[in-house]
Each structure stands twice: as structure tokens, then as C-alpha cells.
């Protein structure tokens, strides 16, 4: 049994309900003409928190989506009590906004954190937005919750809160996940607040990465900056302390619904999204990329190297097609205006120069997709291609093994993913890059035997298996409270798993 923390927080054994707070709603609010519509909010960490907090009677804090004045209560209470938790909206302003999420958090930590500081744009005024708007998010959380909750921070926008918490005498228990890479020292020295960063980190009881690698890197950090820090313990959770306070410290690789995802990826639904797709294209043989536009998912790098592979081994046309889904993320932002350009550009250019005869080498499509169809191009592919840049975890190679239920796929995977600390034996791993050496591995996938093939995909699949979102959630109970996701009461109504991924729910005239 874990001790009390050294402050007078509510001991372990009372904690009875999880509080999620992100920087996301696990919803989108759309406006069509007069009426709000939610629908499904996107990226991985929906993806990963949704089924665990889905029935539980916890609460999820964090910001719609939208800086319109809308009448939250009205609108998220349906939704609250279709999904099983209830969600809690904090609200921002324009111009919070834009300094404290397009701006520190999209501007400063995404890149910084994924290694690409020439890309930082280190304002004054992003600094203090992000202090406020952390400053907002624990009104709320205060607001909200009650001693006996646990408070689960996620990802990069949210460090702060639990030192604000702390500043303002509100006790809880609290811990940290971030979803994305932890940087090294000598990268991390770059950041203009980085001592006021690391100290907010070791705020809370628990912090958790990604990877053994992505906490290496943070205890290298925190070693260098705060000389007192001394590490204890061995396996994936070790202990810091610090002076007369001690928190623990985890990695724990997030991970997708496996049975789900599989189950889903059978249905007669998806087998007849297959047929037509099979029908609707030149070759049989798809290569598949799915991610968010962002330009640290690889996108250039990887068309580049599909151009390069055509180019040199001729015999990959009309045989291999790529289908490209690229998901609209922060096309506000000038950055991703410009990486949509190059994408864009780059398919013209490739299909330009290979297109023959009615074969199409290049598919692409920028929007986002509906759950079947995702399942279909998922199962159909042969060769999955996930080629970041560098990432935390990556759960499209997950979802991408999960639904390959024929097991005749083959993963090409990055060595930056996260998921390439789990999957290093049985993809074909690649430094994005370097673009001939992924355009080799595509030959190689395209030519590799089907026994092979199957052997790889199926060791991929047991790893997804064996290590579910469930696990995922249970570690990090575990490491936080001693406890596990069954250890908190479920409620008793059934809830539907279609209203989790809120298809178009609730249309409200407003
Ligand atoms: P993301 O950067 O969003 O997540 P990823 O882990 O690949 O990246 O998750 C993307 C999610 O979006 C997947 O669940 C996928 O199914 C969904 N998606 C992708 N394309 C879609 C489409 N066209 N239509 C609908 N849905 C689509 C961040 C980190 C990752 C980390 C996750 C979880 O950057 O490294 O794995 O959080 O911790």
C-alpha cells in the first residue's frame, strides 16, 4: 500500500472516483447554420481515454472547442448521461486562446518536446497565458471535485495544475500522463522556463511517460536541475524524492481497446467496405498512412520515399497504391497551412509523374473518416506505413495490427514512435529520415513472403492484445493508488458504445 503523500491529502483507500482533465473535451461542438451539434472528439488521447471512462461516473474538465458563448449545461448534460460521466466545460477566450494553445502549448512544448526547437517560437506573452489558463482549469477543478476524487492530468497543455492546486490549498490526489515524447537535457536546456516547468512536474504524486526512454530523459533532467533529487526503486515506476516530499515516477506505453478494435474490424459492415474498395481500385495491394496533419507525423518524408521506392524498383507499378488519410488538426495555424500545401503538392507531383494506364498512385484524402471505413482501409492494407518524425506512442500502428485480422500486413514502423519500444522485433522498423532506406523497406513488406508476413503480424497483434488500453489504465492505477479500474463502481445502466463515440448525438436548436 502506497503512504500517504506529504502533504494531507486524502489517503489512497477513500479515492472513489477518477477526474480526467485535458486540454480537449472528448467531444467536438459543431455549428450547422442555427444549431450545435456534438460529435466525436478526434486524436489519441479520446481514443484511449474514452472506453475508460465511459460508465465509471467520473468526470471529464476541459475546454469545448469553441470560444462561442453557448449554454454548456443544457447542451453536455444529455450527453453526460448517455456516456456514463459527466463533462465539465472550461471556457477561453479568444485570445487565451491563442497564447496559451496555439501558442505555448502548440507552439513551444509540441515542437520542443518532439525535438524540433528551431521550430519554437519562445514569446513572453504565450508564458503567461499558459500560467492563466492552467490558473483556470484548477478553478474548475477545484470547482468540480472533492477531496475523495483523483485527478488525472493530460498531456503537455496542463503542467501547471497541479502546482496551482497546490498554491491554493486545494488537496487532492493527482497524476500526471504525458502523451508525448519527454526531450532530452541538452534539448530541454533550450526552453526558456524550463526550471519552472520541471518543478511544476514534480507537483504531482505521479508522473507518467510514454516510454522507459521518454523517463529517462525527464529524471536526466530533473538530475541536472535540481541537485538534491535522489531516485529510488527499480522496474517501470521508480521513486524521486526531494527534500521531505517524494513522488513516483512511471512509464507506462498507452495503448487502444484490442478487443474492440478487432471485433469492430470483423463486422459484415467493414467486410463490404473492403469489397468495394478492392473493387474501386487499379491493385489490390494497399499501402496505408493515417494521421493527423501535423508536421511532426512524417508526411513529406514519407511521400518522398513512396516516389523514391516507384522510382527505383519499377516493378511496384501498378502493383502498389498508397492511401493517404491525412486528419484536419490546427489548420488554423500557419505551420500546418503550409505542411497541407507541401502534402498536397508532393501527391500532385508523384501521381503526375506515375500515373499509367488508369492506376492512381497516390489516394489522398483530408478529412476525417467514419469508424467503418478506418476499420476497412485498416484490415485491407498490406503494408501499414507509420513513419513519424517522432512520437509518444502512435496508436494508429496499434489500430492498424488490431484490425488486420487476415494478418497479412506488414507494419513499417519509425524507430521515433513510442510503439517502436514494443514492436521492434516484428515491424520493419525505419529512420523516416532517410528516404531510400524507407523506400527499401517498402520493397521489402511488398516482396516479403506471406508466411512471414503472418508470423510478423500475428506476434504484433498478441503485443496489442497482452498490452490493452486496459492495462494501460490499471498500471497507472496502480502506481498512483494501489488500486485498479475495477476497483471504481461502475454504474449500473447500460451505455451503448455508439453514444462513446458520439456519431452525431444531440442536435440542439440554438
Ligand atoms: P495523436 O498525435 O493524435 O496522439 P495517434 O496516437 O496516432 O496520434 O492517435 C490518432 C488517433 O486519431 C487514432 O486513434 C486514430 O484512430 C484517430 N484517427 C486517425 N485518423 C482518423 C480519421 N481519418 N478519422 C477518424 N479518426 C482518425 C497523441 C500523441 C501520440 C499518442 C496519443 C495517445 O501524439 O503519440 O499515441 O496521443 O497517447
Excluded at 467520473?58 to 453536455?76: A, F, K, N, P, Q
Excluded at 484490415?379 to 506512442?393: E, F, N, Q, S, W
Excluded at 488486420?404 to 510503439?419: C, K, Y
Excluded at 521489402?444 to 488500453?469: C, S
Amino acid at each position: 500500500m502506497l503512504n500517504k503523500p506529504d502533504d494531507d491529502s486524502e489517503s489512497v483507500d477513500t479515492i472513489t472516483r477518477i477526474v480526467a482533465v485535458s486540454n480537449r473535451l472528448p467531444i467536438k461542438l459543431e455549428r450547422v447554420k442555427e444549431e450545435w451539434r456534438i460529435r466525436a472528439g478526434g486524436g489519441g488521447l479520446v481514443t484511449a481515454m474514452a472506453p475508460v471512462l465511459r460508465n465509471r461516473g467520473g468526470i471529464w474538465i476541459g475546454w469545448s472547442g469553441t470560444t462561442e458563448e453557448v449554454d454548456w449545461r443544457d447542451l453536455l448534460g444529455d450527453t453526460s448521461s448517455e456516456i456514463g460521466y459527466d463533462l465539465h466545460t472550461v471556457t477561453l477566450t479568444r485570445q487565451e486562446l491563442e497564447g496559451f494553445y496555439e501558442g505555448f502549448s502548440n507552439d513551444v512544448i509540441w515542437p520542443m518536446f518532439h525535438d524540433l526547437q528551431t521550430r519554437c517560437k519562445f514569446a513572453p506573452d504565450y508564458w503567461y497565458h499558459y500560467l492563466n489558463v492552467n490558473g483556470k482549469f484548477s478553478d474548475a477543478v477545484e470547482k468540480h471535485s472533492v477531496e475523495s476524487d483523483f485527478i488525472w492530468v493530460h498531456d503537455y497543455h496542463l503542467i501547471h495544475l497541479a502546482q496551482m492546486l497546490r498554491m491554493r490549498n486545494v488537496k487532492r490526489r493527482t497524476g500526471f500522463f504525458l502523451h508525448i515524447p519527454f526531450p532530452s537535457v541538452d534539448i530541454f536546456l533550450k526552453m526558456p522556463w524550463r526550471a519552472q516547468i520541471l518543478q511544476a512536474m514534480t507537483e504531482y504524486d505521479l508522473i507518467g511517460f510514454q516510454t522507459l526512454h521518454d523517463r529517462r530523459n525527464f529524471i536526466q533532467c530533473l538530475q541536472f536541475f535540481i541537485p538534491n533529487v535522489s531516485i529510488s526503486g527499480r522496474g517501470a515506476v521508480v521513486t524521486a524524492q526531494m527534500g521531505d516530499r517524494s513522488f513516483r515516477i512511471g512509464s507506462f506505453p498507452i495503448s487502444i481497446d484490442y478487443e474492440t478494435f478487432a471485433r469492430d474490424a470483423a463486422t459484415p459492415e467493414v467486410l463490404s467496405h473492403i469489397s468495394w474498395l478492392q473493387r474501386s481500385m487499379f491493385s489490390q495491394n494497399i499501402a496505408l498512412g493515417v494521421d493527423r496533419l501535423d508536421y511532426t507525423k512524417g508526411l513529406p518524408e514519407r511521400l518522398h520515399a513512396f516516389g523514391n521506392a516507384l522510382e527505383r524498383y519499377p516493378e511496384l507499378r501498378k502493383k502498389l497504391t498508397l492511401i493517404q488519410v491525412v486528419v484536419p488538426s490546427r489548420i488554423s495555424m500557419v505551420e500546418y497551412q503550409a505542411l497541407k500545401a507541401e502534402v498536397e503538392q508532393l501527391v500532385g507531383e508523384i501521381n503526375g509523374k506515375f500515373t499509367r494506364d488508369g492506376w492512381i498512385p497516390i489516394h489522398y484524402l483530408f478529412r476525417n473518416l467514419d469508424r467503418n471505413e478506418l476499420l476497412a482501409y485498416y484490415r485491407a492494407a498490406r503494408i501499414g506505413l507509420v513513419t513519424p518524425l517522432k512520437d509518444g506512442m502512435n496508436l494508429v500502428s496499434k489500430e492498424y495490427c488490431t484490425c488486420n485480422i487476415e494478418e497479412e500486413g506488414v507494419l513499417i514502423l519509425s524507430e521515433f514512435a513510442g510503439s517502436a519500444s514494443q514492436f521492434h522485433k516484428y515491424a520493419l522498423l525505419v529512420n523516416p529520415h532517410d528516404i531510400e532506406g524507407t523506400a527499401d523497406a517498402i520493397y521489402e513488406a511488398y516482396k516479403m513472403p506471406l508466411e512471414e508476413k503472418k508470423y510478423r503480424m500475428h506476434q504484433l497483434r498478441e503485443i496489442v492484445k497482452r498490452n490493452d488500453i486496459y492495462k494501460w489504465v490499471d498500471d497507472y492505477l496502480q502506481a498512483a493508488l494501489s488500486k485498479q479500474l475495477n476497483d471504481f463502481p461502475s454504474l449500473d445502466e447500460y451505455v451503448p458504445q455508439i453514444d462513446v463515440d458520439f456519431r452525431i448525438k444531440v442536435d440542439k436548436g440554438k
